[in-house]
């Protein structure tokens, strides 16, 4: 059973760094097999793409707003979201999210993703 668990959330002060893991606790390399998108969602609002990575690691994909400050990598059967120069507005509950379909590249749409993790919440304070 696919069993995605996020890890690494906290509190930071602006301007610092955190960074998030993705990993498949049921053991079934979905984490290694799927393309993988991290997703926020802060208080009063929708869930927000935030960065994506196919299979290979080769395509990655950003939301405008952490272009440049975040960064997603994948080695072996973890995914991770290097997150840099944190702002108060980043605030919000981190999903990791599997999809297992033939999609090649990272989808920004929530329906694209089979699984879902549980959440971390990370919160910058000013």
């Known amino acids: 059973q696919v069993r995605l668990v996020e890890s690494g959330g906290g509190l930071v002060q602006a301007g610092g760094s955190l960074t998030l893991s993705c990993a498949d606790s049921?053991?079934?390399?979905?984490?290694?097999?799927?393309?993988v998108a991290w997703f926020r969602q802060a208080p009063g609002k929708e869930h927000e793409f935030v960065a994506g990575?196919?299979?290979?690691?080769?395509t990655r994909d950003y939301s405008d707003y952490v272009k440049g400050r975040f960064a997603i990598s994948r080695a072996e059967d973890t995914v991770y979201l290097r997150m840099n120069s944190l702002k108060p507005e980043d605030t919000a509950v981190y999903y990791c999210?599997?999809?297992?379909?033939?999609?090649?590249?990272?989808?920004?749409?929530?329906?694209?993703?089979?699984?879902w993790g549980q959440g971390a919440q990370v919160t910058v304070s000013e």
């Open positions: 049921g053991r079934t390399f979905a984490v290694g097999s799927s393309v």
């Open positions: 990575i196919d299979r290979k690691g080769t």
């Open positions: 999210a599997a999809d297992r379909s033939l999609r090649i590249s990272p989808n920004r749409g929530r329906q694209a993703y089979d699984y």
